[in-house]
């Protein structure tokens, strides 16, 4: 018999060898308590949480968590069902509604992760003889969506606009053509050209989807996303979005403008055979979309973080992902697997939580410290913050 686990066997020697180093495993840390959106009990410490999606902070916000609790009350515990069977409720077309008013689109579809909005949507809409053109750095929910598919995959060079347009100009002019870009990328929390690569895929004739995932709720006027701020939104074809970042509870959605967007409904895979999400979740959801529409004070704030989280870090002496701040996200690039797992580790025992970020997920083979800002971060936190990378980078030996 041949063992099917043998295949996995590089990666548990590479893990064992870096346990082996006395280092604390960084991909298993319990949250024992969790205080607010910004503070957790971890080990026994109250510790500074930096490596959350929250970025708007509303996990812990009044009226989300008021919703839920009547909804749970209302509706029970979960569907038990699909969308298209018994498990559509009142709440599910609210919460579909609050995302048609948030994005100002005709359509909405909630899905039961951000994943599955990627992996159903790409797979349903891009099919044989069809092309699906993305960047190479591309989150593993598009590329599952895409192996799912049967159309043809051409990746382009990362945020590079020639490349793309080159790629779409060797594609036969009649074949039907999907591009897929995301606002923010994750890794290195850089934001896409997007205006530019929007308009040499519609010279080419191709749609667009913009996975908005890392955006929604912070970048833009209204927290429509990186499409919205670079003013490109009505050019977009296809926003995916997620609630388990800014919205702060868990699913996933897809808005457009086609008019023949409804159709999926039916012809989805991801979206019909699996269950839809609890009435206590699309409630909290909801309320929670609703109030983003009107969260430019907090969107204002978490720049600001942004800003004295990127200057502070560089002047230390770190070496981050971007040159300027472009969103909540801000890497800090590591110099190898090993040293990135120790600094991981004196920063949780400085009680800072950041995530160590390592390839496959990560692009040209990068070990990153990621961290991601709410906006319930005070401004004394980030000062905090900054105090505990200070000593810890001096102890592992990354600045001096
Ligand atoms: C760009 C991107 N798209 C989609 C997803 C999937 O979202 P969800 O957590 O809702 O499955 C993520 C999650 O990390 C993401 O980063």
């Given at each position: 018999m041949t063992d099917l686990f043998s295949k996995?066997?590089?990666?548990?020697?590479?893990?064992?060898?870096?346990?082996?180093?006395?280092?604390?495993?960084?991909?298993?840390?319990?949250?024992?308590?969790?205080?607010?959106?910004?503070?957790?009990?971890?080990?026994?410490?109250?510790?500074?949480?930096?490596?959350?999606?929250?970025?708007?902070?509303?996990t812990f916000d009044e009226d989300v968590i008021a919703a839920g609790k009547d909804a749970l009350d209302k509706f029970g515990s979960g569907t038990t069902g699909s969308r298209v069977l018994n498990g559509t409720y009142q709440g599910h077309k609210e919460c579909e509604d609050a995302l048609k008013e948030f994005y100002a689109m005709d359509h909405a579809m909630v899905f039961s992760t951000g994943y599955q909005a990627n992996l159903g949507i790409i797979s349903t809409i891009a099919g044989k003889g069809d092309y699906v053109i993305l960047d190479i750095d591309s989150h593993a929910s598009i590329y599952d969506g895409c192996k799912m598919g049967d159309a043809e995959i051409v990746a382009f060079r990362h945020n590079d606009v020639d490349a793309l347009e080159k790629r779409l100009k060797r594609l036969p002019a009649d074949a039907g053509k999907l591009v897929v870009l995301e606002g923010v990328y994750s890794m290195l929390g850089d934001v896409a050209p997007l205006k530019e690569m929007i308009r040499v895929s519609k010279e080419a004739g191709a749609m667009v989807?913009?996975?908005?995932?890392?955006?929604?709720?912070?970048?833009?006027?209204?927290?429509?996303?990186?499409?919205?701020?670079?003013?490109?939104?009505?050019?977009?074809?296809?926003?995916?979005g997620t609630f388990s970042k800014s919205v702060g509870t868990v699913g996933g959605f897809c808005v457009s403008n086609h008019p023949k967007f409804e159709i999926m409904r039916l012809v989805c895979r991801p979206y019909v055979f699996t269950a839809?999400?609890?009435?206590?979740?699309?409630?909290?959801?909801?309320?929670?979309?609703?109030?983003?529409?009107?969260?430019?004070?907090?969107?204002?704030?978490?720049?600001?973080?942004?800003?004295?989280?990127?200057?502070?870090?560089?002047?230390?002496?770190?070496?981050?992902?971007?040159?300027?701040?472009?969103?909540?996200?801000?890497?800090?690039?590591?110099?190898?697997?090993?040293?990135?797992?120790?600094?991981?580790?004196?920063?949780?025992?400085?009680?800072?939580?950041?995530n160590l970020a390592r390839p496959p997920a990560t692009p040209a083979g990068m070990t990153l410290l990621r961290c991601s800002l709410c906006a319930e971060h005070s401004i004394d936190q980030v000062g905090e913050i900054l105090g505990r990378f200070e000593r810890a980078g001096k102890r592992v030996g990354i600045i001096s």
């Open positions: 996995f066997d590089p990666l548990i020697q590479q893990r064992e060898t870096l346990l082996a180093t006395g280092v604390t495993d960084p991909y298993n840390l319990v949250m024992e308590k969790v205080i607010s959106p910004t503070v957790a009990i971890c080990n026994g410490r109250e510790t500074i949480l930096l490596g959350t999606y929250n970025y708007m902070g509303m989807l913009v996975d908005e995932a890392h955006s929604m709720g912070f970048i833009g006027e209204n927290g429509r996303g990186v499409a919205e701020a670079q003013g490109v939104l009505d050019d977009v074809d296809f926003v995916i839809s999400l609890p009435p206590s979740v699309v409630a909290t959801a909801a309320t929670s979309i609703r109030k983003l529409m009107h969260g430019s004070n907090k969107r204002a704030h978490l720049w600001e973080n942004s800003k004295v989280l990127h200057k502070g870090l560089r002047d230390l002496g770190f070496q981050l992902g971007t040159d300027e701040p472009q969103s909540a996200i801000i890497a800090v690039i590591m110099p190898d697997l090993e040293q990135g797992a120790m600094m991981w580790e004196a920063l949780l025992e400085e009680g800072l939580y950041v």
